[in-house]
């Protein structure tokens, strides 16, 4: 790997494409990526609404000092509301970046827009091959992420040691991406098996790096918290009779006291349980 700088002179505002092209002995590639100059000036818009007729005209008003060339009208045609959500759906999609956190803050909601409409019926071509796109690409960088030496197991940045709550965090979205893309089978299963070693015999999982912070959290509920989140990762997982779930299960019932407890925390519980299919009727009247 070698890092080269290039100089670039931006002579005019607008979307333009920009080619790198690498030659080699053996191989050679190119990529092509569109960059978009954004003129030297603050953006104005406005809207007008209006239900469709036989004709219909607006009057766009574009104010005297605007840049030259930067005047732009958008014509939309919407069969009912829906149809405009659906609309604003496809403007959150976005190409991941970043470290492993960063990474899937933007790819999962690609995830969860793409399944959305598969489950409605109502993707198009085009926002289902964005989306696609977009996915592949975030689930290929999320794979750079996994720790040399300790399979399943992932970092903000790759490096040891691998954190448990990020692995987790991790199993949810490779579960979720499953139902929209193909994601490899063994990759769920090291990343689920990863989680379940580092049980505690008394069916806990600790804190190790980043953890679910709790106002006023001590040892005991730092312990909760961690065990109901991988519980609730490895239930969405496809993992709920594992007997690592049911540990984990039985040692937050055994160790959280309802009656006390910060909402945060009952909801983080409640979510393991009812990921699991065991709903603890307690536990959801309290937090009701």
């Not at 990526?33 to 009057?59: D, I, T």
């Not at 190409?95 to 793409?114: A, D, I, K, R, W």
């Not at 990343?191 to 070693?197: C, M, N, P, W």
């Not at 509920?221 to 989140?229: E, K, P, R």
Request: include cysteine.
């Amino acid at each position: 790997v070698r890092a080269a700088y290039i100089p670039i002179s931006v002579v005019d505002f607008g979307t333009h494409e920009f080619e790198i092209t690498a030659i080699g002995g053996q191989a050679s590639d190119a990529i092509v990526r569109a960059v978009e100059v954004v003129p030297n000036g603050r953006p104005q818009a406005s809207a007008v609404n209006g239900q469709l007729e036989a004709a219909h005209s607006f009057e766009v008003a574009v104010p005297p000092n605007a840049i030259p060339g930067t005047g732009r009208v958008t014509v939309k045609l919407y069969p009912g509301i829906v149809s405009q959500a659906i609309d604003g759906l496809a403007g959150m999609l976005q190409e991941p970046y970043g470290c492993f956190e960063q990474t899937s803050s933007v790819n999962y909601p690609n995830v969860l827009v793409l399944d959305y409409l598969r489950a409605t019926n109502q993707q198009s071509p085009e926002i289902e091959l964005s989306a696609e796109f977009y996915i592949n690409a975030g689930y290929q960088r999320l794979l750079t992420f996994e720790v040399p030496g300790a399979p399943g197991g992932f970092s903000l940045f790759g490096d040891p040691p691998p954190d448990t709550m990020l692995t987790a965090y991790g199993l949810m979205q490779f579960a979720d991406m499953s139902r929209v893309y193909y994601v490899d089978p063994a990759l769920l299963e090291r990343t689920a098996q990863f989680l379940i070693d580092r049980q505690q015999p008394n069916g806990a999982w600790n804190p190790q790096g980043m953890s679910v912070t709790v106002p006023g959290e001590n040892e005991d509920l730092g312990d909760i918290a961690t065990t109901a989140y991988n519980v609730w990762a490895l239930a969405d997982a496809g993992r709920a009779d594992d007997p690592a779930v049911i540990r984990g299960l039985d040692f937050i019932d055994e160790n959280l006291e309802i009656s006390t407890a910060d909402p945060y925390l009952l909801a983080m519980a409640a979510n393991a349980f009812v990921a699991a299919d065991k709903p603890n009727n307690s536990l959801l009247n309290e937090l009701a």
